[in-house]
């Protein structure tokens, strides 16, 4: 039993039971249908290794209706089948009859994966969970289940009935990404130890501001410096001259509205934001070091932090105890714009406790072969930003009743 506020694999007996286990294995894809980042797919390997002795079914989807990689999950399977060292069948349906013929033939230590549940439209209605426990995926495939387990942190932003439906029906806990995904988060929020630093970068600003809002608000980071694009609007609105190639991106965006977010982030936490002194313009793919207070171009665009920024912010961040990075400080696609970002990824792997977040800083933090030097590589992207913005994630909460409502039937 669990002192947390979620089940997880340690509270039940799984041998020869049949657990549903929603995963994310959402992948970027090219064209051609291969999965061109499997780290999500090898995320998952923890958990199914805790379940050997169990009828594993996996449950998942590939992106969105109409978008070009809203496609099958087999190339999914055949891959962690590769990872687990183990036949992953691909079953060509989701709650239909053969999926239920072939979930109630299984074996203990087989493992299925059914078809992408976005192919059934209703999935991506968000509904509260006993709304969603009525649906007939649910209905169809819950008498052919003994546990449901949610690994998909990444998509339980989402109150889809994958990720809620079955939990007010069926023994519900946590797989081996949610629970590190929670256990992990919690550390970062809270700055379980101190000093505590976010260095929140990218493109999205209104994310950044977000998180940044709730993590300076409840008192969680001593420090949140800022890169990318939202450290722009935070210059811009701290009356920086950022010129107006850079103002027409942040405004081409949607996010003029946030350099007044940013202002009223400054005014209230003005000691604990860290803005760069310094930026790196891309003049024809050439780095231009110019300090903020000497910015004049109306062409050159920012595209990363300055080296005397770099110098500042990775002596605060090799000095921290725990460290949340999120987004790239720059164009890090562009080899020469990339130096933030490797120093900031370096200067966290002699840090404390350490977090990172976000797509694009992740490949890179692959791309240096250092991602076995940080605490916790997220999985999330839209669920990790609301849950560091102080947000409830429905996939968790579905969590927390379940693991209630289990204790309380315990106690009859
Ligand atoms: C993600 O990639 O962030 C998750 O798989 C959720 O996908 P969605 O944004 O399409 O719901």
Redesign the pocket.
Known sequence: MTSRNFLTIDDFDTDGKTILVRV?L?SPMDPQGNILDDMRIRSHVATLKDLEDAKVVLIA?Q??PGKKDFTTMKPHASLMSKYLSKQVTYVDDIFGTYARTQIASMENGDVILLENVRFYSEESLERPPLEQSKTYPVKKLAPFVDIFLNDAF??SH?SHLSVVGFTPVLPSGAGRVMEKELVSLDKGIKGAERPSIFVLGGAKVDDSIRVAENVLANGGADRVLFTGVVANAALAASGVNIGKVNLDFIKSQGYEDQIEKARGLLAKFDDKVGLPKDVALNDSKKRVEVPVSELNSDSLPINDIGLETIVDFTKEIENAKTVVLNGPAGVSEIAEFALGTREIIKAATRSGFSIIGGGHISAEVDHLGLAHRFSHIST????LIDYLSGEKLPGVEALKVASKTYFEAKKI
């Not at 999330?380 to 669920?383: D, E, I, K």
């Open positions: 994310d959402n989807h992106s969105r990444a998509v989402r999330g992207g839209g669920a």
